[in-house]
T-cell receptor
């Protein structure tokens, strides 16, 4: 079945550093979503991507929809302590079909040292 | 800013008991979802609901689970006879349009933690 593979699983970085994480799949996705989850809370949508090749920014965050439709990356520039959390990529369970319920990757856990 | 709200935030129950988790989706949204997250694992899809009926469900969503929209604002998840492995964080989500395109972004509540003893 469809799976999303995220890497790295975890990152320990110094405040101020840039961060890059990615998500790959063996299947084509027509939408890529990036969520952040703080401990004990629900996922919060960061960026949504709908077109292959699309590059979208949200403040210090930038995400790209891979041209093959099988991958996406998320970059965070100049990290700050509140960037700590788990970042999930997600995409519709069935390509272009039905209600397109989401499948999530296993997440990248980000830790930031002040 | 509109948000999805969930109650209770934490429920502890004995194995075999029935549990109802409640959600109030964002008011103009038409699609509703339940997801769950076992501690330390990824978020998993349970069920989607549109136009007063289930539109999709996963293998996890067996006969012990049911969903209902009893009125114009609430969306509930019922587990009839809880098992130990039902212990997880349950997230309600809603979207304006079906997930997978513009307007289909899911907005999640803060979750209901279920602990089955």
């Amino acid at each position: 079945g469809q799976q999303l593979n995220q890497s790295p699983q975890s990152m320990f970085i110094q405040e101020g550093e840039d961060v890059s994480m990615n998500c790959t799949s063996s299947s084509i996705f027509n939408t890529w979503l990036w969520y952040k989850q703080d401990p004990g809370e629900g996922p919060v949508l960061l960026i949504a991507l709908y077109k292959a090749g699309e590059l979208t920014s949200n403040g210090r965050l930038t995400a790209q929809f891979g041209i093959t439709r099988k991958d996406s990356f998320l970059n965070i520039s100049a990290s700050i302590p509140s960037d700590v959390g788990i970042y999930f990529c997600a995409g519709p369970l069935n390509y272009g079909g039905s209600q397109g319920n989401l499948i999530f990757g296993k997440g990248t856990k980000l830790s930031v040292k002040p | 800013e509109p948000e999805v709200t969930q109650t209770p935030s934490h429920q502890v129950t004995q194995m075999g008991q029935e549990v109802i988790l409640r959600c109030v989706p964002i008011s103009n949204h038409l699609y509703f979802y339940w997801y769950r997250q076992i501690l330390g694992q990824k978020v998993e899809f349970l069920v989607s609901f549109y136009n007063n009926e289930i539109s999709e469900k996963s293998e996890i969503f067996d006969d012990q689970f049911s969903v209902e929209r009893p009125d114009g604002s609430n969306f509930t998840l019922k587990i009839r006879s809880t098992k130990l492995e039902d212990s997880a964080m349950y997230f309600c989500a809603s979207s304006e349009a079906g997930a997978g395109g513009p307007g289909g972004e899911l907005f999640f509540g803060e979750g209901s933690r279920l602990t089955v003893l």
